[in-house]
């Protein structure tokens, strides 16, 4: 059955669905990092940083519905979630919520440029465990995937265009309401992209052996 092995896959089910939600811990802390160093946080979360300011629902609120506000958006880009994609909707704000109280509060500027860094790299880590469990992409990655399948009038947006275009909007928009940005922004900007590159090979399963995917095919 394809449509139940999207969300519950046959392939050592229990390992990919660990390492995704470790996956998205160890995201959801960089960014609980990221913007408690106070130095700028990823365009996103300038986004999910001004949201908050101007609503006052807590960061990982906001984050979380703007996860599933955008998964209503993959409905008319007909997109395929995946058990991964719906995870990483609802634990990611989660995580931010519950590991930021536990964050050290401090004005050394030596201290918060290390949570930063640190955050940074914990967001490249979690994203090559839970990209590479293979439950599907993250709500933000599918709609700018939907974007690029999308014609618009004779011409196709290519995915780096569509993510271009979906990074550089949500920054300018969370910077008009007042979202966290700085240096932090630029880092993560410029230093998510290698670090991915990086840690997604090793970390990444490999995919279902036809002996593996047999008894799947038996049921």
């Keep these: 059955m394809p449509a139940l092995e999207r969300f519950i896959p046959a392939d050592r089910a229990v390992e990919r669905i660990s390492r995704c939600v470790f996956g998205l811990f160890l995201f959801g802390v960089g960014i609980a990092l990221l913007i408690d160093a106070e130095l700028g946080a990823a365009p996103w979360d300038v986004f999910h940083t001004g949201v908050s300011e101007l609503t006052g629902i807590g960061v990982g609120n906001v984050i979380v519905l703007t996860g599933v506000a955008l998964l209503l958006l993959w409905i008319p880009l007909r997109e395929q979630p995946g058990l991964g994609t719906i995870l990483n909707a609802l634990l990611i704000g989660v995580f931010v919520d519950l590991t930021s109280p536990f964050l050290p509060d401090t004005d050394l500027l030596v201290a918060r440029s290390v949570m930063m860094i640190a955050g940074i790299v914990l967001i490249g880590i979690g994203s090559g465990f839970y990209i590479g469990a293979g439950l599907g992409p993250g709500p933000r990655d599918g709609l700018m995937t939907g974007l690029a399948k999308r014609s618009f009038g004779s011409r196709r947006v290519s995915i780096g265009a569509a993510r271009t275009f979906v990074e550089i909007s949500v920054l300018l928009i969370g910077i008009a309401l007042g979202g966290a940005v700085g240096i932090g922004t630029a880092a993560f900007t410029f230093g998510i ?24 095919l038996r049921r």
């Design 193 to 216: 992209g290698p670090l991915v590159q990086i840690f997604l090979p090793p970390l990444t399963m490999a995919p279902p052996s036809p002996t593996r995917a047999a008894p799947a």
